[in-house]
C-alpha cells in the first residue's frame, strides 16, 4: 500500500484532457457533470429498499411530493447536472418523448456536445436487487452553434460519437468510458465518494465462452438465431459455452467485455426490430466494444453505421468478443 499510486477519475480526466481531438476541456467537464449525477443516483439506486418501506407507509420527502420512481428520478438527476453545468446544447432520453433544450444562464445556447442516454436502464430488476446502469452518449453538434439544437444533432450515426460509457450500480459501483483512446474502468469508493481507476485498457477477447440471451423468446427467434443457439449448446471444441443472462445489459454487458462473449436481444415474429434502442443503448456499447476490440451488429451490418430516424428508434443487437459476433453474422447470412 504504501508506495502504491491510486488514480483518481478527476486526476485521469485531467491528464487525459489532451487527448481529446477538441481540446478545450468542455468535454471533460461533462464527464465530470456526468460522474458526479452517477453518484447521486447510486445514492439514490442504493436506498431503492429502503424508499420502497417508506413509499408504502405513503411518507413524502422533505419537499413534501411522493417518492418518484427511480428512473424518473435518475433521468432528473442527470439532466439537471448536465444543464446546470451549462456543458450541453441538448439531451435526449429514453425517459422523455422528445429532446430537451439546454439554454444557458445568458441565453445562449453555449455547448458544441449534445447527450443521448439511458438513465436507468433494467430498473424492473431495482425490485429485486438486482444491478442496473446508465447508458450515455456524447456527439458534437452539427448544427451551427449558438442556435438552438435540432434533431439532427441527435440523429447522427454512431460512428460520429466522441465519447460513450457506462455506470453499473453492481455489488460496487463502477463508471466504463472511452473518448477514443480505449475503454477504462473506475470502481467508486462509497466511504469517500471518488472513482478510482481500477480497469484500465479493457479488452474484449477475441473469443469467449459465454453467450447472453433471453431464451424464453426461443420459439420466436429468426433461424439464424436459433441455429446459432444451437451451435453453441453443441459439444464441440471448446464448446458447450455456458449460459449466462442478468436482463441488465450493463451488466450483461460489463460480464462479457471482463470474461468474453456474446450478447444477443434479436429481432422476435412480435418485435420485428428487437427491443433495445439504437441512440441510447445500442451505439453506446457498440462504441465501447469497437474501442474494447469486440464487435457489434444488428446481425449483418455494424451497429454505428446505421443512419438513425427516429430518437427512440429499435434495433437487433448482436455484440461482443468479435469471433463470437462473426460466427452468428454467418448464421444470420445463412439462415
Ligand atoms: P429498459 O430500457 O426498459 O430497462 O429495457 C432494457 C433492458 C435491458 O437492460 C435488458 O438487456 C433487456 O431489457 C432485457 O429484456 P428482456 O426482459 O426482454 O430479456
Ligand atoms: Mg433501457
Excluded: W
Excluded at 137 to 149: A, D, K, N, Q
Excluded at 299 to 322: A, D, K, N
Amino acid at each position: 500500500m504504501a508506495d502504491q499510486t491510486f488514480q483518481t477519475l478527476g486526476e485521469f480526466l485531467i491528464e487525459k484532457q489532451d487527448d481529446f481531438k477538441y481540446s478545450s476541456g468542455e468535454l471533460s467537464r461533462l464527464l465530470s457533470a456526468i460522474r458526479l449525477a452517477s453518484k447521486v443516483v447510486n445514492r439514490e439506486v442504493n436506498k431503492a429498499g429502503i424508499a420502497e418501506i417508506i413509499g408504502q407507509a405513503g411518507m413524502e420527502n422533505i419537499q413534501g411530493e411522493q417518492q418518484q420512481k427511480l428512473d424518473v428520478l435518475a433521468n432528473d438527476i442527470f439532466i439537471e447536472a448536465l444543464s446546470q453545468r451549462e456543458v450541453v446544447c441538448g439531451i435526449a432520453s429514453e425517459e422523455n418523448d422528445d429532446y430537451i433544450e439546454i439554454i444557458s444562464k445568458e441565453n445562449a445556447h453555449l455547448s458544441k456536445y449534445v447527450v443521448l442516454m439511458d438513465p436507468l436502464d433494467g430498473s424492473s430488476n431495482i425490485d429485486v436487487n438486482v444491478s442496473v446502469g446508465t447508458i450515455f452518449s456524447v456527439y458534437r453538434r452539427v448544427s451551427e452553434p449558438g442556435t438552438p439544437v435540432e434533431l439532427r444533432d441527435f440523429l447522427q450515426k454512431g460512428v460520429n460519437q466522441v465519447a460513450a460509457g457506462y455506470v453499473v450500480y453492481g455489488s460496487s459501483t463502477m463508471i466504463v468510458y472511452s473518448t477514443g483512446n480505449g475503454v477504462n474502468g473506475f470502481t467508486l469508493d462509497p466511504s469517500i465518494g471518488t472513482y478510482y481507476l481500477s480497469h484500465p485498457n479493457m479488452m474484449f477477447s477475441k473469443s469467449g465462452k459465454i453467450y447472453s440471451i433471453n431464451e424464453g423468446n426461443y420459439a420466436k427467434f429468426p433461424k439464424g438465431v436459433k441455429e446459432y443457439l444451437k451451435y453453441c449448446q453443441e459439444e464441440e471444441g471448446d464448446r458447450p459455452y455456458t449460459s449466462r443472462y442478468i436482463g441488465s445489459l450493463v451488466s450483461d454487458f460489463h460480464r462479457n467485455m471482463i470474461k468474453g462473449g456474446i450478447y444477443i436481444y434479436p429481432s422476435t415474429s412480435q418485435s420485428p426490430k428487437g427491443k433495445l434502442r439504437l441512440l441510447y443503448e445500442c451505439n453506446p456499447m457498440a462504441y465501447l466494444t469497437e474501442q474494447a476490440g469486440g464487435k457489434c451488429s444488428d446481425g449483418f451490418q455494424r451497429i454505428m453505421e446505421i443512419e438513425p430516424t427516429e430518437l427512440h428508434q429499435r434495433v437487433p443487437f448482436f455484440c461482443g468478443s468479435s469471433d463470437m459476433v462473426e460466427k452468428a453474422e454467418e448464421f444470420m447470412r445463412n439462415a
